[in-house]
């Protein structure tokens, strides 16, 4: 068994984010506390359940030195209205909506809101807080709706913008945050992390780690959704080119229907892609540039095929029978 991936709002213990945390901390002591951060860093690696401790911290939750610099006590009803999503002074933009549908991405309507939440005085607590999961997330409509909130900085406001890759943020938006940068652990101590929490082999715990690219969030949320076997897969498909066997494909694809069926699709592209990616550049590497372009496109349809997909509403088997073409020439070339 894998310990299931907690929501960021009931995660209590961070580990190696000592340092954002104290700088935030001495922010907060000197009474410089900047209106907006942006954290960022690769996916996994806690900026968003920092978010939430910074969060507890700001609305008066009692902190709690055993969970670390920021952390708080379970107990606490601060904690516990948090957890509960019921806090009237903490505002969470993110694209799991309240019907527990993940969205594509942070509708403009919610994001407006921001701007209605910040105009009101603190209901209970000493701040009004705001996070955004991911920032990634915001279509250009609501990235203006949450800019229109940064250029007016609220007073007894914070904001908290999650980001995965900040270069693809407005430059209006990242100029008005104070960044704390996030990075990951490393594959060994992800390794670590996953063994004690899981009944992985540590070869298993291993593959996993690489998959996340040494992030413990990511990771774990990988081993849940038992990315293994996409990889296993994966590897079964590139292996056997051009000559497939067709009844494991039609299984493969039959597994696509239904919402558990996406996260499969999408796993599966994910994987696939990675391999490529992988072997590709090793045949760089080696001087050996025969076919190489083949391999390159094939890459990117894997890439992108699966928003395509979506965007089209194109059945997600016919994709799949499609990407298995580019692969088959590619591995005649």
């Not at 670390?68 to 903490?90: C, F, I, K, M, N």
């Not at 994001?111 to 705001?130: G, H, I, L, N």
């Not at 609220?154 to 943020?169: C, E, Q, T, W, Y």
């Amino acid at each position: 068994m894998t310990e299931a991936p907690v929501h960021p709002r009931d995660a209590f213990m961070l580990e190696g984010a000592e340092a954002q945390e104290q700088a935030f901390l001495d922010a907060l002591s000197r009474g410089r506390l900047h209106h907006a951060w942006l954290l960022t860093g690769p996916e996994g690696v806690g900026k968003a359940t920092f978010a939430f401790r910074a969060a507890r911290r700001l609305l008066g939750a009692r902190p709690d030195p055993a969970h670390g610099l920021l952390g708080s006590a379970g107990e606490d009803p601060v904690t516990r209205q948090v957890s509960a999503r019921s806090h009237p002074d903490l505002m969470t933009l993110e694209r799991l909506g309240e019907d527990g549908k993940v969205r594509k991405v942070i509708p403009v309507d919610e994001a407006r809101k921001m701007s209605e939440f910040f105009s009101q005085t603190p209901a209970t607590a000493p701040y009004r807080v705001a996070i955004v999961d991911a920032a990634d997330d915001l279509n250009v409509n609501s990235a203006n709706a949450i800019l229109k909130t940064l250029e007016e900085p609220p007073p007894r406001g914070v904001i908290f913008l999650v980001s995965h890759a900040p270069g693809r943020l407005l430059p209006t938006i990242r100029s008005r945050c104070r960044k704390l940068a996030f990075t990951a652990p490393g594959e060994t101590l992800t390794t670590d992390f996953l063994t004690a929490r899981s009944d992985l082999t540590h070869d298993q715990a291993q593959r996993l780690a690489q998959m996340a690219g040494g992030a413990p969030g990511l990771a774990l949320r990988l081993a849940a959704a038992d990315a293994l076997t996409a990889d296993d897969a994966a590897h079964e498909i590139l292996r056997n080119l051009p000559r497939l066997d067709e009844a494991a494909l039609l299984h493969l694809a039959d597994g696509f229907r239904g919402p558990e069926g996406q996260a499969r699709f999408d796993l599966l592209f994910d994987r696939l892609a990675a391999q490529v990616r992988t072997m590709a550049v090793g045949q760089a590497m080696a001087g050996n540039g025969e076919g190489l372009d083949r391999w390159v496109l094939a890459w990117e349809k894997l890439r992108l095929l699966p928003d395509q997909a979506e965007a089209v509403n194109l059945d997600r088997a016919d994709a799949f029978w499609t990407a298995l073409r580019e692969l088959r020439a590619a591995a005649a070339a």
